[in-house]
């Protein structure tokens, strides 16, 4: 038998091995997916073509607290969902793969914020 740690995913199947061409073409599937999320997002949420952070913006306003806080709020919820899948929680409202392209997509917005002060 084998002893897991608080924490461990037992595994139901044996993982495959990804080589590095295998991995960049996944990073390529990431990224195409990052940007169509960020896409939607503007529309959605910034609805602001000219301001990609007005929605945390209005929202750091109203708060009182920093834009890149309140950004820092939401990439927290979908860490949050990522650490449950890690620690074994599989039935989700949302597949893991969502939550990781919207935290790598709020990761980027963080970026742009970054820039925006240098």
Same mark, same amino acid.
């Given at each position: 038998?084998?002893?897991?740690?608080?924490?461990?995913?037992?595994?139901?199947?044996?993982?495959? #091995?990804?080589?590095?061409? @295998?991995? *960049? /073409? +996944?990073?390529?599937?990431?990224?195409?997916?990052?940007?169509?999320?960020?896409?939607?997002? &503007?529309?959605?949420?910034?609805?602001? =073509? @000219?301001?990609?952070?007005?929605?945390?913006?209005? +929202?750091? *306003?109203? =708060? #009182?607290? &920093? /834009?890149?806080?309140?950004?820092?709020?939401?990439?927290? #919820?979908?860490?949050? $969902?990522?650490?449950?899948?890690?620690? $074994?929680?599989? *039935? &989700?409202?949302?597949?893991?793969? $969502? /939550? +990781?392209?919207?935290?790598?997509?709020?990761?980027?917005?963080?970026?742009?914020?970054?820039?925006? #002060? /240098?």
């Amino acid at each position: 038998m084998v002893e897991l740690k608080i924490g461990d995913r037992p595994r139901e199947k044996e993982e495959k #091995k990804i080589s590095k061409a @295998e991995m *960049s /073409r +996944i990073m390529n599937t990431i990224m195409d997916s990052v940007e169509e999320a960020r896409d939607g997002g &503007q529309d959605e949420y910034a609805r602001d =073509t @000219e301001n990609a952070f007005a929605n945390f913006e209005r +929202i750091s *306003s109203w =708060t #009182k607290i &920093q /834009r890149e806080k309140v950004l820092m709020v939401y990439l927290m #919820k979908h860490i949050d $969902g990522i650490m449950s899948w890690v620690d $074994g929680n599989e *039935s &989700q409202r949302e597949d893991v793969t $969502g /939550r +990781i392209t919207d935290a790598v997509t709020y990761l980027c917005l963080l970026w742009g914020m970054v820039e925006s #002060k /240098r």
